[in-house]
């Protein structure tokens, strides 16, 4: 984060509006291979890591610069996605970016891993190049492009879920360099005991939503799981449920089922199967069911 012309600051702000716009274009593409490319453009990972090593060094200077390079990075990311989500407001949501609205701790774990890995390309020479991939293993313009998508939708949940999966990997690459700068003796003699303190405050509260994030899904996998092939009784018609999708949607459950029926289901019998449902899920859950009559 070294001092440069305002030449070079403008490169590097027209690289990360390319890079996001890019991303969101293939968010919406739902193609992996374009989101890929956004990856490799975005000049976020090189600032992530050398805010480490000032934090290691105890160089608050640096620290500045950095991270102020990276809230201007954060700000183009969210501002083009949301311009471009404007242009296309009918545009539907797609899995590459629902696989951005979920971030739990294994999340976490693979930002502490590519944090160690930042650090240890970062600091030798010969294998530098490598960092790319580890922007690549991270994504980090991805979920920001996501975040911004929920911006130009007006949707705040939406953009809750994908900036926590950004800060995620944020703090959770800084922390793991800074250690790992550490480990490798880059530090002086007087640590900047502060800044970790800060950082590990804000991976503490990052963690909370996050476990509870995975508690979600594990409750979705195993109750998917469970559900599969079930068979009710409902007014002497078998009622068998094919497939189970469990969902979040505005702070409710939401579980959509596909059934498989021999004989047509009136209002009463739906009533009915909705009853014995809410026997299984005393709580509040709202039921999404798609019938398939079969011969």
């Given at each position: 984060?070294?001092?440069?012309?305002?030449?070079?600051?403008?490169?590097?702000?027209?690289?990360?509006?390319?890079?996001?716009?890019?991303?969101?274009?293939?968010?919406?593409?739902?193609?992996?291979?374009?989101?890929?490319?956004?990856?490799?453009?975005?000049?976020?990972?090189?600032?992530?890591?050398?805010?480490?090593?000032a934090?290691?060094?105890?160089?608050?200077?640096?620290f500045?610069?950095?991270?102020?390079?990276?809230?201007?990075?954060?700000?183009?990311?969210?501002?083009?996605?949301?311009?471009?989500?404007?242009?296309?407001?009918?545009?539907?949501?797609?899995?590459?970016?629902?696989?951005?609205?979920?971030?739990?701790?294994?999340?976490?774990?693979?930002?502490?891993?590519?944090?160690?890995?930042?650090?240890?390309?970062?600091?030798?020479?010969?294998?530098?190049?490598?960092?790319?991939?580890?922007?690549?293993?991270?994504?980090?313009?991805?979920?920001?492009?996501?975040?911004?998508?929920?911006?130009?939708?007006?949707?705040?949940?939406?953009?809750?879920?994908?900036?926590?999966l950004?800060?995620?990997?944020?703090?959770?690459?800084?922390?793991?360099?800074?250690?790992?700068?550490?480990?490798?003796?880059?530090?002086?003699a007087?640590?900047g005991?502060?800044?970790?303190?800060?950082?590990?405050?804000?991976l503490?509260?990052?963690?909370?939503?996050?476990?509870?994030?995975?508690?979600?899904?594990?409750?979705?996998?195993?109750?998917?799981?469970?559900?599969?092939?079930?068979?009710?009784?409902?007014?002497?018609?078998?009622?068998?449920?094919?497939n189970?999708d469990?969902?979040?949607?505005?702070?409710?459950?939401?579980?959509i089922?596909?059934?498989?029926?021999?004989?047509?289901?009136?209002?009463?019998?739906?009533?009915?199967?909705?009853?014995?449902?809410?026997?299984?899920?005393?709580?509040k859950?709202?039921?999404?069911?798609?019938?398939?009559?079969?011969?």
């Amino acid at each position: 984060c070294s001092s440069r012309g305002l030449g070079d600051v403008y490169k590097r702000q027209m690289l990360m509006v390319l890079s996001t716009m890019l991303a969101t274009t293939g968010l919406y593409l739902n193609s992996s291979s374009v989101i890929i490319g956004a990856m490799l453009l975005a000049p976020l990972m090189a600032p992530i890591v050398s805010s480490a090593m000032a934090l290691t060094r105890g160089d608050v200077r640096v620290f500045k610069k950095c991270t102020l390079k990276i809230v201007i990075g954060m700000a183009i990311a969210l501002l083009a996605s949301a311009f471009i989500t404007l242009l296309f407001p009918d545009k539907p949501i797609t899995g590459e970016m629902q696989a951005r609205l979920n971030p739990s701790l294994l999340d976490l774990a693979v930002a502490i891993v590519s944090g160690i890995a930042g650090a240890y390309s970062k600091s030798f020479r010969e294998i530098i190049q490598s960092l790319a991939g580890v922007a690549i293993a991270v994504a980090l313009v991805p979920p920001l492009a996501v975040a911004g998508t929920g911006i130009g939708r007006g949707d705040f949940q939406f953009f809750f879920q994908a900036f926590l999966l950004f800060s995620t990997n944020l703090v959770g690459i800084t922390i793991a360099a800074a250690l790992t700068f550490r480990v490798l003796g880059y530090s002086p003699a007087i640590y900047g005991k502060r800044g970790f303190v800060v950082m590990f405050l804000l991976l503490a509260l990052i963690a909370v939503p996050l476990y509870t994030s995975y508690e979600r899904m594990v409750e979705k996998r195993i109750l998917e799981k469970r559900w599969k092939k079930e068979r009710f009784l409902v007014n002497g018609k078998y009622v068998i449920v094919d497939n189970a999708d469990l969902r979040w949607q505005g702070g409710k459950k939401v579980l959509i089922m596909e059934v498989i029926l021999r004989d047509l289901m009136t209002r009463e019998d739906m009533k009915a199967f909705k009853k014995k449902l809410h026997i299984y899920f005393p709580g509040k859950m709202v039921f999404r069911i798609k019938t398939v009559y079969i011969p």
